[in-house]
Nanobody
Framework: QVQLVESGGGLVQAGGSLRLSCAAS????????MGWFRQAPGKEREFVAT????????YYADSVKGRFTISRDNAKNTVYLQMNSLKPEDTAVYYC?????????????????WGQGTQVTVSS
């Protein structure tokens, strides 16, 4: 079984930056794609970014392209989400997830394991 723990959330003013981290327990972490999703109160969970097992391929939601960067360090079993130029509409709980396959995916149902989430609040 895989356990994922997110960290790095907090309160930031519009235009600011945060870096989220997700630490994974799996011994074959490098074989699997990872994703970041977010969920605002009363809204459905939405895709943010994904990265392939090797780290060679990434894909982003249109709403965050050019502002967010997903990366991974397979030696540390960790995936990151660097968030720049933050906007109030980025406010949400951010979740890290691990897929059961190596290729990138943007659909919630394709991910097998989920972290507890970390709150990101962007003030105007």
């Amino acid at each position: 079984q895989v356990q994922l723990v997110e960290s790095g959330g907090g309160l930031v003013q519009a235009g600011g930056s945060l870096r989220l981290s997700c630490a994974a327990s799996g011994r074959t972490f490098r074989k699997y794609a990872m994703g970041w999703f977010r969920q605002a109160p009363g809204k459905e969970r939405e895709f943010v970014a994904t990265i392939s097992g090797s780290g060679a391929f990434t894909y982003y939601a249109d709403s965050v392209k050019g502002r967010f960067t997903i990366s991974r360090d397979n030696a540390k079993n960790t995936v990151y989400l660097q968030m720049n130029s933050l906007k109030p509409e980025d406010t949400a709980v951010y979740y890290c997830a691990q897929r059961g396959l190596a290729d990138i995916a943007s659909v919630v149902s394709e991910y097998a394991y989920w972290g507890q989430g970390t709150q990101v609040t962007v003030s105007s």
